[in-house]
């Protein structure tokens, strides 16, 4: 088989081979140390949870505008015996104060949130009930203890809800004055508001679906973008009753679940009384600051009934290293092991380019991410529903060590350009995750250029003749013996300026074949999925030999399991799909 293509016009964007080079390496890592960790030497009093009686008065502490914690008040129903799983209780409460009463409640964005009698911490809000957003229940304030000096597994799954027996129900019913059979039958896990920014509304609603999948209880609403930096955060310290934020990543394009501070000792925060993803231990996540917006009171745009907290994500605080059943604990000063996600995309038409930079703290999430964060980028680029792109991706890492570097080029034209760059990153992404490892990707460079102009070549219809039917036509039919040599010439024309160029292949017809065929020209599908199972070099090699947008293919099928294919390569994206022709196979 043969092939060549007649074009000079424009010289092909080259492709990156795979590099080893340590210096790549160091810059994607941040360089300056961390501070040494200072330990919890003297955790929190705890109020024990057997002195706890029905109608016992508390305080809580959260915020509900800024970043400045603000008191409420808290009384005490009753404990919940083995409710979160077994040895784990919840205290059922009822939340009051004029700032609780204003905004009709507890709800997303108070997990975390600190309560104490005489300094002594009872617990922290995490359940509510549905109905009066004014109840819910508590974790157990042992119990975050434990998360912060002593992490460990638990048995039993994560409680996301817990039904009420008739006696719990008459502690809510004869607290409100109000009949039983309107008192809620089951608590709640609080949902997380999960911060969005970079993204679509459906997307973000894809990713509220994978995490329910998961039991995982979110409630996306619109963000801004927040800092990029990839450095901590010299911001006032967390304390109790603060904003604290769990990102999966941050800057142009953010997840992150807002809750409330619990307990902070040495460089140790406790958050949100129940799991963020229920990870374990481990580096998970980054922890950031923030600050609230507005609380949103029930009845009034919030979420089912109860208050939400509207907040903007912060700077970098620190690492995530614990994600259990009672809390997460955060370290201060730590820096995540993060992923960056840069992007510098050129408009042609206006000669302005668009940068955008993304931190991703969770490497399962890191090809999700970097979808939203390569289409929000050309989007913006373009801002148009179609056009023309180059786009190059540039990926760096570490396998067992040993840094690792590749880079790919693909041309788009049409709608494509604007949702298939995105999706070809993903794919490349997750091929990367999914070969033998481990890897973990460093960062991954987005460059390219957009233009709305039909900067594409058109694919006319074939012209073909065969051994056995000499002189090219551009029949629909063409006839061929077992053996024959079947010649092809493609028409292409690039759009914007008129000029045609010849792509040429040439083909045996197998002696091997049991029937008739067909003759396909067809404009590259590029696709950077690679199968499981493969080493990473295996990986890369066949991400880099994926065919090209820019790359025409011309392809035999005959019966007999036959096929034959030609690639190539032109310098213009291709559009364009001609009628198959028909090859007849003559006994």
């Known amino acids: 088989m043969r092939a060549h293509v007649r074009t000079t016009r424009r010289r092909r964007v080259a492709v990156t081979t795979l590099t080893v080079s340590i210096a790549a390496l160091l810059?994607?890592?941040?360089?300056?140390?961390?501070?040494?960790?200072?330990?919890c030497t003297t955790p929190p009093a705890v109020f024990p949870i057997d002195q706890l009686t029905d109608g016992m008065q508390a305080t809580g502490w959260t915020v509900l505008k800024g970043t400045q914690p603000e008191s409420f008040g808290v009384?005490?129903?009753?404990?919940?015996?083995?409710?979160?799983?077994?040895?784990?209780?919840?205290?059922?409460?009822?939340?009051?104060?004029?700032?609780?009463?204003?905004?009709?409640?507890?709800?997303?964005?108070?997990?975390?949130?600190?309560?104490?009698?005489?300094?002594?911490l009872v617990g922290s809000v995490s359940y509510g009930?549905?109905?009066?957003?004014?109840?819910?229940?508590?974790?157990?304030?042992?119990?975050?203890?434990?998360?912060?000096?002593?992490?460990?597994?638990?048995?039993?799954?994560?409680?996301?809800?817990?039904?009420?027996s008739r006696a719990d129900r008459r502690l809510v019913a004869n607290d409100a004055r109000t009949a039983l059979s309107t008192v809620g039958t089951t608590l709640t896990q609080i949902p997380m508001p999960l911060a969005?920014?970079?993204?679509?509304?459906?997307?973000?609603?894809?990713?509220q679906k994978k995490l329910a999948n998961q039991g995982i209880s979110v409630e996306p609403y619109r963000a801004s973008s927040s800092t990029s930096s990839s450095q901590l955060s010299g911001n006032d310290p967390i304390v109790p009753g603060g904003v604290f934020t769990a990102a999966l990543s941050y800057g142009s394009v953010a997840y992150a679940g807002i809750g409330t501070a619990t307990i902070v000792c040495g460089d140790?925060?406790?958050?949100?009384g129940h799991p963020f993803l229920f990870a374990g231990a481990?580096?998970?996540?980054?922890?950031?600051?923030g600050n609230v917006v507005a609380t949103i009171p029930a009845g009034t745009g919030g979420f089912e009934g109860t208050p939400f907290k509207i907040a903007n994500i912060g700077g970098l605080r620190g690492t995530i290293d614990q994600d259990r059943l009672n809390g997460i604990r955060g370290l201060v000063g730590k820096r995540p092991p993060l992923t960056t996600l840069t992007s510098s995309i050129e408009n042609l038409d206006?000669?302005?380019?668009?940068?955008?930079?993304?931190?991703?703290?969770?490497?399962?999430?890191?090809a999700y991410i970097a979808e939203d964060h390569v289409y929000g980028s050309i989007l913006a680029a373009l801002d148009a529903r179609k056009g023309t792109d180059w786009i190059t991706w540039t990926v760096n890492g570490v396998s067992k060590g040993v840094p690792f570097e590749f880079s790919i080029t693909?041309?788009?034209?049409?709608?494509?350009?604007?949702?298939?760059?995105?999706?070809?990153?993903?794919?490349?992404?997750?091929?990367?995750?999914?070969?033998?490892?481990?890897?973990r990707v460093t960062s991954v460079q987005i460059q390219g250029t957009v233009t709305e102009k039909a900067d594409y070549a058109l694919i006319h219809k074939p012209r073909t003749q065969s051994t056995t039917q000499p002189g090219f036509t551009t029949g629909t039919t063409l006839d061929v013996h077992k053996g024959d040599t079947v010649d092809v010439r493609v028409p292409v024309q690039q759009v914007d300026s008129g000029d045609i160029y010849t792509a040429a292949a040439s083909f045996t017809i197998p002696s091997t074949v049991r029937g008739s065929g067909r003759l396909e020209v067809y404009a590259s599908r590029g696709y950077f999925y690679t199968r499981r199972n493969q080493t990473l070099d295996q990986t890369i090699a066949q991400l880099q030999k994926v065919p090209l947008g820019n790359d025409l293919t011309i392809e035999i099928r005959m019966r007999g399991a036959h096929t034959m294919r030609m690639v190539v390569p032109t310098d213009w994206p291709l559009k364009g799909n001609p009628d198959d022709i028909a090859l007849h196979l003559l006994k």
């Open 27 to 39: 810059l994607s890592a941040p360089v300056t140390a961390d501070a040494a960790v200072q330990k």
């Open 75 to 120: 009384k005490i129903l009753g404990v919940l015996p083995d409710a979160i799983a077994p040895g784990d209780d919840l205290i059922l409460v009822k939340a009051h104060g004029a700032n609780i009463d204003a905004i009709g409640g507890m709800g997303p964005g108070f997990s975390g949130s600190p309560v104490y009698i005489n300094n002594e």
């Open 129 to 164: 009930l549905g109905g009066d957003a004014h109840y819910g229940a508590l974790t157990p304030g042992q119990e975050l203890v434990d998360v912060l000096m002593n992490p460990r597994a638990h048995a039993a799954a994560s409680a996301t809800k817990v039904r009420l």
């Open 196 to 207: 969005v920014a970079g993204a679509t509304d459906k997307r973000a609603a894809l990713l």
């Open 268 to 272: 140790y925060v406790v958050a949100f």
């Open 282 to 289: 481990g580096l998970d996540g980054a922890m950031l600051d």
């Open 350 to 366: 206006t000669g302005q380019t668009h940068t955008a930079t993304t931190q991703v703290a969770l490497p399962r999430y890191l």
């Open 410 to 439: 693909n041309a788009y034209t049409g709608y494509n350009a604007l949702w298939r760059p995105s999706y070809d990153v993903y794919a490349t992404l997750r091929s990367i995750r999914n070969a033998q490892g481990p890897a």
